[in-house]
């Protein structure tokens, strides 16, 4: 089945920092979502990309498909941002709503 | 209420008790699913339901039973579970269950069995 990396696994930064997170599948995919889990364990959607960029406030993305990765970008971090932010994909051919899951980035904003 | 939701959030059990999760969409979303996170191990879809009907099992074991009355409602049922069944478990919908919709999350449930 199709593989998802996420990488840094962690990432430590200081409050107003940027920082950019990397998402590798090993397939097409037809299906792209960002999620970012709070600590209450709570998944919130940031984006849905299979291709293209995406802007919202200080989070961008962008998912170049022929080359099999997606970059999640956060500008001017903020305590708030911290938690695991999660690449999710469903690959061309999978079960139906089947998304596979990368292991995720912890992120963690100092004050 | 918007959103999905779920109940309980936090549920203690032993393990030759019964009990279930409630998942709720307000979505008017069709398809629903329930997803397994343990400690240290990626999110594992457990089982897709659209209008009601199962339609993906991923080999999950016996004692999770899930049950989808309405498109807006599912349920976990368990029994007799291990204590490797501790995890949180997160319920979703999108509109359709196909790759080129949107899956929305539940707050999740924290399952500890003892």
């Known amino acids: 089945g199709i593989q998802v990396e996420q990488s840094p696994p962690d990432l430590i930064l200081q409050e107003g920092a940027n920082s950019t997170l990397r998402c590798n599948f090993s397939?097409?995919?037809?299906?792209l979502q960002w999620f970012h889990q709070n600590p209450w364990g709570q998944l919130i959607n940031l984006f849905y990309?299979?291709?293209g960029t995406k802007q919202n406030g200080r989070l961008s993305a962008t998912t170049v498909a022929t080359e099999r990765y997606s970059l999640l970008y956060i500008s001017s971090s903020q305590t708030t941002d911290s938690g695991v932010y999660f690449c999710a994909v469903e690959g061309y051919g999978g079960s139906q709503g089947n998304l596979i899951f990368g292991k995720g980035t912890k992120l963690s904003v100092k004050p | 209420e918007t959103g999905v939701t779920q109940t309980p959030r936090h549920l203690v059990m032993g393990m030759t008790n019964k009990k279930s999760l409630k998942c709720e969409q307000h979505l008017g979303h069709n398809a629903m699913y329930w997803y397994k996170q343990s400690a240290k191990k990626p999110l594992e879809l457990m089982f897709v339901?659209?209008?009601?009907?199962?339609?993906e099992n991923n080999s999950v074991p016996s004692r999770f039973s899930p049950e989808c009355p309405n498109s807006s409602h599912l349920f976990l049922h368990l029994h007799t579970l291990q204590p490797e069944d501790s995890a949180l478990y997160l319920c979703?919908?999108?509109?359709?269950?196909?790759?080129?919709?949107?899956?929305?999350f539940g707050p999740g449930t924290r399952l500890t069995v003892t």
């Open positions: 397939d097409s995919v037809n299906n």
């Open positions: 339901y659209s209008l009601e009907e199962r339609v």
């Open positions: 990309i299979p291709s």
């Open positions: 979703a919908s999108s509109q359709e269950p196909v790759v080129t919709y949107e899956q929305y």
